[in-house]
């Protein structure tokens, strides 16, 4: 999952053990996630209630 | 203290509109946009169910979670170390729509209120939402403000014109109009050339004026188009000439 998203997501360099490496932004993870988990859900949410009766 | 500047300069670059390249921006302007069209599928129901409740709900914490990381973030967007930059912020008009946008969550708040409920209406305002993220849209909002003046003028004309012909056609036509507002219900109708015909004159002036009042309707309504498209025009010319479009 991790190199997926390292993969495809902005990337920030830090330095470690003497040399730049490339590390991905967690900010990116919770971003990237909850707009996954977001889209599901109000998918989810909008077919529920067009088929529900209303009141 | 490094760590948490680089976090708070990620989360701005997230919220603005996506640059090239930028994944995770471009998924959160996909997903605002995505939940400004959901937010709006209670309005296009009759009547409630726990769903629509739900969507309200949660799009409400959306949007206000958007607006306040927004507010957060606004000493990178106006690029000064001061809360006059938090202040400068707050009060530009995208955040100020961000704003009545969250204003639905008083019906929450105070549920046996039916006057609150009308809040729920403001969502309507989700769609200018829209226009942060579309060039177009955008394009065409600084045509408006810059074309403001002959617009301003065309729109004085039809409503001098509209008023005009309500009030001619109010005293030829005593038995058709109950009151001056359906004169002008009617004018405006056959200016704007809609013609629902609900409303329609039996004398021969008043037929004339209808006649008269449709051509001059056609004349009004290519004034601001033809403005609009000029302008348009020549706002792509220049951006194509900087090489921005």
Redesign the interface.
């Known amino acids: 999952m991790s190199k997926i998203f390292d993969k495809?997501?902005?990337k920030?360099e830090v330095i470690h053990d003497g040399g730049v490496h490339q590390k991905a932004?967690?900010?990116?993870f919770i971003?990237?996630l909850?707009?996954i988990i977001?889209?599901v859900?109000?998918?989810y949410?909008?077919v529920?209630?067009?088929i529900?009766?209303?009141? | 203290m490094d760590e948490f500047m680089?976090?708070k300069r990620?989360?701005y670059?997230?919220l603005e509109v996506s640059k090239h390249?930028?994944?995770?921006s471009k998924?959160?302007d996909?997903?605002i946009l995505?939940?400004v069209a959901?937010g709006l599928?209670?309005l296009t129901?009759?009547?409630?169910?726990?769903?629509?409740r739900?969507?309200d709900l949660?799009?409400i914490i959306?949007y206000a979670t958007d607006y306040f990381l927004r507010l957060y973030t606004s000493d990178y967007k106006m690029g000064i170390k001061s809360y006059k930059a938090y202040v400068a912020n707050a009060l530009m008009p995208m955040s100020i729509i961000d704003l009545i946008s969250i204003t639905p969550i008083l019906t929450f708040i105070f549920p046996a209120s039916k006057t609150i409920g009308l809040f729920r209406l403001f969502r309507v305002v989700l769609l200018l939402k829209v226009v942060r993220y579309s060039t177009t849209v955008e394009i065409i909002w600084h045509i408006v403000i810059k074309a403001w003046r002959p617009l301003s003028a065309v729109i004085m004309l039809a409503f001098v014109y509209i008023v005009t012909c309500g009030l001619i056609v109010y005293q030829v036509e005593p038995d058709i109009f109950n009151d001056f507002m359906d004169a002008i219900y009617w004018s405006g109708c056959t200016v704007l050339t809609v013609g629902y015909g609900d409303i329609a004159p039996k004398t021969d002036i008043g037929r004339f004026l209808s006649v008269l009042s449709a051509m001059m309707g056609v004349a009004i309504i290519a004034l601001p188009s033809g403005i609009i498209t000029a302008a348009y025009m020549n706002e792509l010319k220049d951006k194509h000439g900087k090489g921005l479009f």
């Open positions: 495809f997501i902005k920030k932004n967690p900010v990116d971003v990237i909850g707009c977001i889209v859900g109000l998918c949410l909008s529920m209630a067009y529900t009766p209303a009141y | 680089t976090a990620r989360i670059e997230i390249g930028d994944v995770t998924a959160y996909y997903m995505f939940s959901v599928v209670p129901i009759k009547g409630d169910n726990q769903y629509t739900l969507i949660l799009t959306i």
